[in-house]
């Protein structure tokens, strides 16, 4: 769109009010005020980030890499599940997706023209062990080892994802994946070898990718591989396993890897935000945040499971020995969040004091029906993880939206639904990080449009459009906006 294509009206809208009142003849009634300094300029940065918040994106192995049978590379239950028809958008796969596997000096191009200074990617298990234990496949480790060469040859700092996801499929075979503890440590050996081979160049890990969105959308809805729907009894056991393939996999890598290297946890911890910020709501939201998040997080920091939880559970808890707790809780080096929407909560005379509010139908969302808008969940997130668990580092491994991109014949996209959202998210973590929450940097979900799970290549979350016919990337507007703001190191 040109400017000539504007009508002055909203021409003055877009340009702010410095436009808007020079173009009513009010600029020298301002001027005496002494304020057309910045006429027609940005205003001072009043969202300024410290100096030392470090800027990146986000992506995942089976939603962006495609070259699923290249390099010896086994099969995931991502691949089983998208090929079985009716699980997929379309019935679309992953095989090729972005072809980063082929394209990913072109997409470290794309980082650095934002000017991000960290990259989270993660790694494919069977890329890595065909048949998830035994012997690695050389091939499939050098492929990481040239990716983080090339991210540290343009000045990106590499942050790995050991499990975003594409369990090896001879593991869900085997031991039907997370229900099996042997699971668990397959997944701690296969995480030690990929810190002992990528340590010296990454330093910091993240174990794993959203607890409840491969096992409860997995193992209980059957929407997310491997399809399962199991009964309350073996779901939360395979919960359990997978907090526990978590702490046994820090434990491994602490083993593996080179002095100095980092560990932590990628969750989407449910966010409590607090209806009004009143003393009641907010001490219920604290509450909301433990329970809420007991299966996963809460026993992670605190190394136990909530009564709450176990007593609601009954008969159907998970089975555990106190040894479990311990491996479960190993102390970590920080966590990253994963923040896209709110729970609204209030207070409650229940016993756990808190309820949650069902927003209604016209709750305003993205162009994903469940992404609900709510920029206050960035600031309630490193809030409650800090206030409850007093953790002394953060980061947000993923925030983004997913927006009805069109492409127009000149090859732009304005996604400015997604610039609102990304603009109010990042004031509240803002206002998150001016409070003094430890939250040290911020990975934009997502780098480049790929393959969205179940929704195939219908929902686009890239900062970048993709083509998928043609393989190539177009910045969009939101591309532009978060290189201005990275360059500025202020919301925009
Ligand atoms: C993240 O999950 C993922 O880590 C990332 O891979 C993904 O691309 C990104 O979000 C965008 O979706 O279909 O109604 O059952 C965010 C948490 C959990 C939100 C699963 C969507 C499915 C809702 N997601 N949930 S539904």
């Known amino acids: 769109m040109s400017i000539s294509n504007f009508s002055r009206r909203s021409f003055g809208k877009a340009m702010g009010a410095a436009a808007a009142v020079s173009s009513t003849g009010l600029s020298s009634a301002f001027a005496a005020q002494g304020e057309s300094a910045t006429?027609?300029?940005?205003?001072?940065?009043?969202?300024?980030?410290?100096?030392?918040?470090?800027?990146g994106c986000a992506t995942a192995a089976y939603q962006i890499e495609g070259g699923a049978k290249d390099g010896g590379r086994g099969p995931s239950i991502w691949d089983t599940f998208s090929h079985q028809p009716g699980h997929v958008y379309e019935n679309q796969t992953g095989d090729v997706a972005d072809d980063d596997y082929h394209l990913y000096k072109e997409d470290v191009q794309l980082l650095k023209s934002l000017g991000a200074k960290i990259y989270r990617f993660s790694v494919s298990w069977p890329r890595v062990f065909p048949q998830g234990t035994g012997q690695p496949n050389p091939q499939g480790i050098d492929f990481y080892k040239r990716l983080v060469d090339e991210l540290q040859a343009n000045g990106i700092e590499p942050f790995c994802t050991l499990f975003h996801w594409d369990l090896p499929q001879a593991l869900q075979d085997k031991y039907g994946g997370w229900q099996s503890r042997e699971t668990s440590k397959a997944f701690a050996d296969y995480a030690g070898y990929v810190a002992s081979q990528l340590s010296d160049k990454?330093?910091?890990f993240f174990t794993m990718n959203e607890f409840s969105s491969f096992i409860d959308l997995g193992y209980r809805d059957g929407r997310f591989a491997p399809g399962l729907k199991l009964a309350p009894g073996p779901l939360n056991q395979a919960r359990h396993n997978a907090v526990l393939a978590h702490g046994l996999s820090v434990q491994a890598i602490r083993a593996k890897a080179q002095a100095g290297t980092r560990v932590g946890v990628a969750e989407n911890a449910a966010v409590p935000v607090p209806v009004i910020e009143s003393e009641a709501h907010i001490k219920a939201s604290a509450s909301a945040m433990r329970e809420l998040n007991a299966p996963y997080l809460t026993v992670i920091m605190e190394g136990k499971y909530t009564e709450h939880y176990l007593q609601s559970a009954g008969a159907d808890a998970p089975k555990f020995t106190p040894e479990d707790l311990k491996v479960i809780s190993t102390p970590l080096d920080f966590v990253g969040l994963n923040v896209y929407t709110p729970v609204y909560v209030r207070s409650a005379d229940s016993p756990e004091g808190f309820a949650v509010v069902k927003n209604p139908s016209s709750y305003p969302h993205m162009a994903s029906s469940w992404l609900d808008v709510g920029p206050e969940a960035l600031y309630w997130s490193p809030r409650h993880v800090g206030e409850i668990w007093k953790v002394k580092e953060m980061y947000i491994t993923e925030n983004g939206?997913?927006?009805a991109d069109v492409l127009t014949s000149d090859g732009q996209v304005y996604d400015t639904d997604r610039l609102m959202y990304l603009r109010n998210y990042l004031k509240s973590l803002h206002r998150a990080v001016t409070e003094g929450f430890p939250v040290r940097g911020y990975f934009c979900w997502s780098l480049m449009d790929n393959f969205e799970w179940a929704d195939g290549y219908n929902l686009r979350f890239g900062l970048y459009y993709v083509d998928f016919k043609t393989q190539k990337r177009y910045p969009k507007l939101s591309a532009k906006f978060y290189k201005e703001l990275i360059a500025r190191n202020a919301v925009v």
Do not use: I, L, T
């Open 401 to 403: 939206a997913s927006s």
């Open 39 to 55: 006429e027609g300029q940005p205003k001072e940065n009043y969202y300024q980030f410290p100096q030392d918040f470090k800027w």
């Open 202 to 204: 990454v330093h910091h």
